[in-house]
């Protein structure tokens, strides 16, 4: 039964029964028999059918919500099994919001310290992905917003408040100013993330309530890519604190606070709300709680 429910995980997530069949390591046939077995075992159609995936039925929704606490109990069950033989152990994945990815040292490196055995999979993922992820038992914990989007139902750890500042290296024409509006940023050529990124948006409501108009000259998913053009003389960018010092290049460009308003985010660590956690989960959590800038569980 759990090997089913998790095909069937597979095949939501996938849409597509050659890509669920390949993820799975099995035929398309086996995978499609496992899935008949499956309903005629709950006495419902899950999927609907037709030349190709046609999507979930109603009951097939409902299903993958089981599904997913059923397979996620499981699997804490075995990990916990396994941490009582062995303590920890094996690859933790954690998914990140790209301003978030200077910051992540900060807890791998101690967690690392006390359980030498464990190592570490970073993954750069939009705050979106990262809740499908989790959703989907894909990774173990992300590093996101908490208080912009709704994140669903999640364990959370505020790590530190998200402050902006004005980045650029033309020095001539600002290099004077302590502070800068959000008002008198937005009349520079900007270059930003790209408009999927949680960052962009929330940068967007900013300009917008600052009654500025949002334009930028540039876009990119990459922090790196923006970075290299801010230094050409030729752009600025919005950037959040961690970010810019992470980089520090305060020789080569100057970071200006933005203010009226003073705006700022609560970036922190999620995971499945789910009791009992996994032992890798629950470590976590505790070293997330222990290092927080905020001191908040």
């Not at 941490?83 to 040292?105: C, D, E, K, N, Y």
């Amino acid at each position: 039964m759990i090997d089913k429910l998790e095909m069937f995980m597979v095949l939501a997530r996938e849409q597509h029964f050659g890509h669920a069949a390949e993820e799975c390591g099995v035929t398309q046939p086996t995978l499609s028999s496992a899935l008949r077995q499956l309903e005629d075992h709950l006495g419902v159609v899950l999927v609907k059918r037709g030349s190709r995936y046609q999507g979930l039925t109603p009951e097939g929704e409902r299903v993958l919500e089981w599904a997913r606490h059923i397979v996620g109990s499981t699997r804490s069950m075995r990990d916990e099994m396994r941490a009582m033989r062995f303590g920890l152990t094996g690859q933790v994945q954690i998914a990140v919001i790209p301003t978030a990815l200077s910051m992540v040292h900060e807890l791998t490196t101690p967690f690392r310290e006390k359980h030498p055995d464990v190592s570490f999979a970073i993954l750069s993922r939009t705050s979106t992905e990262i809740k499908a992820l989790l959703d989907d038992l894909q990774i173990d914990a992300g590093i996101t917003y908490l208080d912009n989007e709704p994140l669903g139902r999640v364990t959370s750890i505020p790590l530190y408040r998200e402050r902006y500042q004005l980045v650029t290296s033309n020095l001539k024409e600002l290099g004077d100013y302590e502070a800068i509006t959000w008002r008198e940023a937005a009349s520079l050529p900007l270059c930003l993330l790209t408009p999927d990124m949680q960052n962009r948006r929330i940068i967007d409501q900013q300009l917008h309530m600052a009654g500025a108009k949002v334009s930028a000259t540039l876009e990119s998913d990459s922090m790196i890519a923006l970075f290299t053009h801010v230094q050409t003389d030729n752009w600025a960018s919005i950037m959040p604190e961690k970010m810019v010092e992470s980089f520090g290049m305060r020789d080569r460009v100057k970071a200006i606070p933005i203010i009226e308003p003073d705006a700022s985010q609560t970036v922190g660590l999620i995971a499945a709300k789910r009791e009992p956690a996994t032992p890798v989960v629950s470590a976590l959590l505790k070293e997330a709680a222990h290092i927080s800038e905020l001191q908040t569980v």
